[in-house]
């Protein structure tokens, strides 16, 4: 007990010093809360795309990023023959920029598709998909911003197209985007007979493997990968996520600094208090415990704030119109712990050297100089 | 004095300085020229001499918190050097009165008393008996709740003593524990620190500049020019 409140009586001694350490872990751990937040959001947005009624994504082996791959129309012909498969889905990405945007998502899908078929229209007829290669589909954020209604034209990247219908969807990605008919897509994008990936759904999931083998098999240049297995491994999702971490972990890093910068101060004005302590039989590693005690105590309380507000954060991000569906703001208990443990790490880090420094305090020294 | 001299250690002599030299600034300054006393268990003795004559440096060499460049000292009959328990000789052997209390001005009385209970391991039942039996010893009992910057210049130190009995030491090494004090309050603590000593049944050496108060204990040894001298009449 009395151990804490030395712990706690010295925090409390500099109050404004401990106050801006906590900030700056608060302030680091909310950036990295919500940087690694907003991006998982946006990798679970981009892997829902993919996962939409299908447990199984195909495409081309050794690509960095799907816009890249190209799955040829042969393929999704055979694949679709399979008695194990349901139905194949073939998806073309490309991305067009308008005047104002500079980027927007477009999907090449057929009107079987599920992204059509289970969509909420806003407006329009489902029915109506595909039936000219000019008419595209818009998210309802792609039609806010374009200032699109139904029936209008839209100029989207080099040519000019015929509004049939606007979508509502959860999906940031989906919101945000144009849906062409695959044909009208492979031609705009100058990919004819191919697509980007194939979306499959399989009649019985434990038939994963095995279908896994076959593309193996009878396609070299093509991987097949279940949604949580691309999901972990794609390049560009892992490039995000450590980009994301790593952001994160140089903010917590300037944290730390602050803690360290704390906790040297503390150490080198109470010597003498630290002298007292060793006199009365207080042993080096006890007092190493004190100083780690109090920079733990700094980086818990900052990483409660950082939380806290890192979460009012997102949700205040949440509430920008043009993030919508963007930003999930469903805190994951893992991203949690890690954030804590990491604030802790720092500092604990940060204290290592005041409190090596505690440790080698001689009593006799710091009692005979005041 | 010189051990060479005995032929049988009375084991009464809980201290014992033998030929010990100290020196500070890489030998520039010395401040022990082989010092050479022993102490008997219960005895109560006074090092006078003038400031910088090595007073408070002996009882930090009793104290483990330095150690002799030249010579031995022992407490307990263990020599004090890097190889000792210096950890068990400071919680359990040997309690430090300083002439300013050292004592932590955020903590309360009974918190500062604690503390060496605390560095100890000592369970919080016991330790609080203990700090309420030397409160009353040392009037303090009201007090026990308040922190140190309400409390008076003698109050402080007879919490300091408090503190530094809390482990129930044997030996108590006080450094000019009323030098901060007026007369009439050094006069108080003073009385109090022979009753305690007396009644707890601890050996005191006390480095001071006050001779009346030296003239009180049972032994008086003079520091001059790093080396002791007893004098006949003490």
Redesign the interface.
């Known amino acids: 007990m009395i151990f804490l409140k030395l712990i706690v009586t010295n925090l409390l001694r500099h109050r404004i010093r401990s106050i801006i350490s906590v900030a700056g872990i608060a302030f680091s751990v909310a950036a990295m809360l919500t940087v690694v937040t907003i991006l998982q959001g946006a990798i679970g947005m981009f892997s829902g795309i993919l996962s939409s009624d299908s447990e199984i994504i195909v495409f081309e082996r050794n690509v960095s990023d799907l816009f890249f791959s190209n799955v040829p129309a042969a393929a999704l012909e055979e694949i679709s023959s399979w008695p194990s498969v349901v139905h194949a889905d073939p998806v073309l990405f490309g991305v067009v920029s308008s005047s104002d945007h500079p980027i927007i998502t477009c999907f090449g899908v057929t009107a079987a598709d599920a992204r059509i078929r289970k969509a909420v229209w806003i407006a329009g007829d489902k029915l109506d998909f595909g039936q000219h290669s000019d008419d595209v589909v818009l998210g309802e954020r792609a039609a806010e911003f374009l200032g699109a209604k139904l029936d209008d034209h839209v100029p989207i990247g080099h040519g000019i197209f015929h509004v049939i219908g606007i979508l509502k969807t959860a999906n940031g990605f989906e919101d945000g985007g144009v849906f062409m008919p695959l044909s009208a897509a492979q031609s705009f994008f100058h990919k004819e007979g191919t697509s980007s990936v194939i979306t499959i759904k399989l009649r019985n999931k434990d038939d994963a493997a095995l279908f896994k083998t076959m593309v193996r098999e009878k396609f070299t240049n093509l991987i097949a990968l279940e949604d949580a297995e691309f999901t972990r491994s794609y390049s560009q999702f892992r490039i995000l996520k450590a980009t994301a971490w790593a952001v994160g972990g140089c903010g917590l890093l300037l944290g730390g600094f602050g803690v360290a910068n704390t906790m040297i101060m503390s150490v080198f004005t109470r010597i003498r208090e630290i002298a007292i302590l060793r006199v009365n039989g207080f042993s080096g590693l006890q007092i190493a415990v004190m100083i780690f005690g109090e920079s733990a105590a700094v980086s818990l309380v900052g990483a409660v704030f950082g939380l806290l507000t890192g979460s009012c954060l997102l949700y205040a991000l949440k509430l920008v119109p043009a993030l919508h569906g963007y930003v999930d703001v469903t805190l994951q208990p893992v991203v949690m712990l890690i954030v804590i443990l990491l604030a802790l790490i720092t500092g604990i880090a940060g204290a290592l050297y005041p409190a090596a420094y505690a440790m080698r305090i001689r009593a006799v020294e710091a009692l005979r100089f005041e | 004095m010189n051990s060479s001299a005995h032929t049988k250690i009375d084991p009464r002599i809980v201290l014992r300085a033998e030929d010990v030299w100290k020196s500070y600034d890489d030998g520039a300054i010395s401040v022990l020229k082989g010092v050479a006393f022993e102490v008997i268990e219960g005895q109560t003795v006074a090092l006078c001499g003038p400031s910088g004559c090595g007073k408070?440096t002996l009882l930090?060499l009793f104290?483990g918190?330095?150690f002799p460049e030249q010579g031995r000292v022992s407490v307990n009959g263990a020599e004090v050097n890097r190889r000792r328990n210096l950890?068990h000789l400071?919680?359990h052997e040997v309690g430090?009165v300083?002439q300013l209390h050292?004592?932590?001005p955020?903590?309360t009385l009974e918190?500062n008393c604690?503390?060496?209970t605390?560095?100890?391991g000592i369970d919080?039942r016991t330790a609080q008996t203990r700090i309420h039996l030397l409160a009353k010893r040392t009037g303090l009992t009201h007090r026990l709740g308040h922190r140190i910057q309400k409390l008076s210049g003698g109050e402080r130190q007879r919490t300091a003593l408090c503190?530094a009995l809390m482990?129930r030491p044997k030996i108590l090494l006080a450094d000019e524990p009323t030098g901060s004090l007026d007369e009439q309050s050094s006069g108080a603590v003073f009385d109090l620190l022979l009753e305690i000593v007396a009644t707890e049944g601890v050996t005191l050496v006390m480095a001071t500049h006050d001779r009346g108060l030296a003239a009180r204990c049972d032994r008086l040894l003079e520091m001059h020019d790093g080396r002791i001298h007893e004098p006949v009449s003490a």
Do not use: C, K, Q, T
């Open positions: 408070s930090h104290g918190l330095d950890l400071l919680r430090f300083f050292n004592l932590i955020d903590l918190e604690l503390i060496p605390v560095a100890a919080r503190r482990n």
